[in-house]
């Protein structure tokens, strides 16, 4: 069984280490950071499961990142963060709604919702490789 890889692109990697640190010593997820989306891109052979995006990424569009990565992976999930204030503008909201699976609010709560969210993910994608 292949490892459960969850991709972070994080421009500062906040999100990506402290990620690494709490998941990655479990020997069946794999934490990968990227501080870019040129980086990610250049590696989306390596095909994650679920990619964890900061909304501040300059280098990329989250629908441009959506296209190429479902390129190698169809059922990938993608988990934007944003700042709050951020999802007020009705294009973010938009782009969000048509690409992202999932939409957390960058704040006080984001480590403990998206570690619920990727143990969630894991542990079902290791159901349907049992069954």
Known sequence: MDKFKVVFLDED???GSIFKERL?????????NYHSGLALIEKLHEVPDVLVVNQS?????????SD?????????????LNR????????????????????????ENTISNLT????IKWLSSNKSEAA
Request: glycine share 4%.
């Open 13 to 15: 990697g906040f999100y």
């Open 24 to 32: 990655d010593s479990d020997l069946a997820i794999d934490v990968v």
């Open 57 to 65: 990424i300059p280098d990329v569009t989250l629908r441009g990142l």
């Open 68 to 80: 190429l990565v479902k390129l190698y992976n169809k059922d990938v999930s993608i988990i934007y």
């Open 84 to 107: 709050s204030n951020y999802m007020l503008d009705s294009e973010v909201i938009k782009e969000y709604k048509l690409f992202a699976t999932k939409s957390l609010p960058k704040d």
């Open 116 to 119: 619920r969210l990727l143990q």
